[in-house]
């Protein structure tokens, strides 16, 4: 193996997300306009040939997990194909980022082909708030997602749940009870500024802080250790099932301890969601680079890695690409 991803502040890149395609089947208002965005042509796209020689290379930079994102990753088609060339590339920690809508079809297949765990994405467990948040009506079919995912062995399943001011912030308490009820785990995610109509304002943002104390109040919790995530996370302090987390990327950044690299769609390699420069893998990969000449490339735009993003800074500069293009 090749020295691991290490850049000039100390940080150690194990934890890649591969997206694979910018398409949705939701409309999500912190992420994408109702009409949608000018989608990828295919030719774009990287192939699964392309992906999955791409992953052996960062295996071999010392990458442990590998999650699969979109867009929506269960709108490629063949995806569970894709997930057994990984699984047999002995990936150690295999898993993918939806938003469940066609998990209650694909959960078995997924798990079969290797799938580990899973993240879904539910920002409300009332019907026409889901509706309004996602642009979809579709809050049953993804609970028979996650129903399906936990018959197909998938653990631990993780929701997660984008907090914004005046939309779901009174719901957290009942996520609370609801991760107590199924074993799951949910993770609040603090509103970014990544969303394509560029809605986002700072008073917008629910800290993570407020979030734990309204928990906190009715189900006590207990700080739990649990490595080098971003999301702090908690369990019950009565032993109930199930935990919550946050991912304050806005009121505490993780910067300092991230240790996430990105590839877009089309093959671009980011060092951050916020990266304002991207490295063209794809166009190595067409033009005959061998393995080393890629992993070159990977190892200098890791080397330029910058100490963080600027929210909170007046300099802050939002990427071109919001969400979906980039790859949660
Ligand atoms: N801020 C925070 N989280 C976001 N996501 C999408 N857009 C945003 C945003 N603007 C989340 C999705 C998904 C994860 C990959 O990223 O809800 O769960
Ligand atoms: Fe689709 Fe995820 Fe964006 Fe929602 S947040 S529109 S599910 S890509």
């Not at 867009?71 to 980022?97: F, H």
């Not at 026409?128 to 993804?142: K, P």
Request: proline content about 5%; charged content about 30%.
């Amino acid at each position: 193996m090749n020295a691991p991803l290490v850049d000039r502040f100390g940080r150690v890149a194990d934890d890649l997300r591969v997206s694979l395609t910018d398409r949705c089947n939701f409309r999500c208002t912190y992420c994408m306009p109702a009409e949608g965005l000018a989608w990828l042509p295919r030719s774009e796209l990287l192939t699964y040939e392309e992906i999955e020689r791409l992953v052996g290379v960062f295996l071999d930079l010392g990458v442990r997990t590998v999650r699969l994102t979109g867009g929506e990753p269960l709108l490629r088609r063949g995806v569970e194909p894709l997930v057994s060339l990984l699984a047999a590339r002995g990936v150690p920690d295999l898993s993918m980022t939806t938003n469940g809508l066609l998990l209650a079809e694909k959960a078995e297949a997924l798990a079969a082909a290797g799938l580990r765990r899973i993240n879904v994405s539910v920002d409300s467990l009332l019907r026409h708030r889901f509706a309004e948040m996602t642009r979809r009506d579709a809050l049953e079919r993804v609970l028979d997602g996650l129903r399906a995912a936990e018959r197909a062995g998938l653990a631990p399943i993780k929701l997660n749940c984008v907090v914004v001011r005046g939309t779901n912030e009174d719901e957290v308490v009942d996520f609370a009870r609801f991760a107590r009820a199924t074993g799951y785990q949910v993770r609040f995610i603090e509103f970014m500024p990544l969303d394509a109509e560029e809605g986002w304002s700072r008073d917008r943002v629910v800290p993570s802080e407020e979030v734990l104390a309204a928990i906190d109040r009715v189900h006590p919790l207990v700080p739990v250790d649990h490595g080098p995530e971003p999301a702090r996370v908690f369990r019950f302090a009565d032993g109930a099932p199930g935990g919550v987390g946050v991912i304050a990327s806005v009121s505490e950044p993780f910067c300092g301890d991230c240790n996430r690299i990105r590839i877009t769609a089309d093959g671009q390699f980011r060092t951050c969601l916020f990266a304002l420069e991207e490295t063209d893998l794809r166009r190595l990969l067409r033009a005959g680079a061998d393995d080393d000449q890629i992993a070159a490339a990977v190892r200098d735009a890791v080397a330029r890695k910058w100490a963080g993003h600027r929210i909170n800074e007046a300099d802050f500069v939002r990427p071109a690409r919001s969400m979906s293009m980039i790859g949660g």
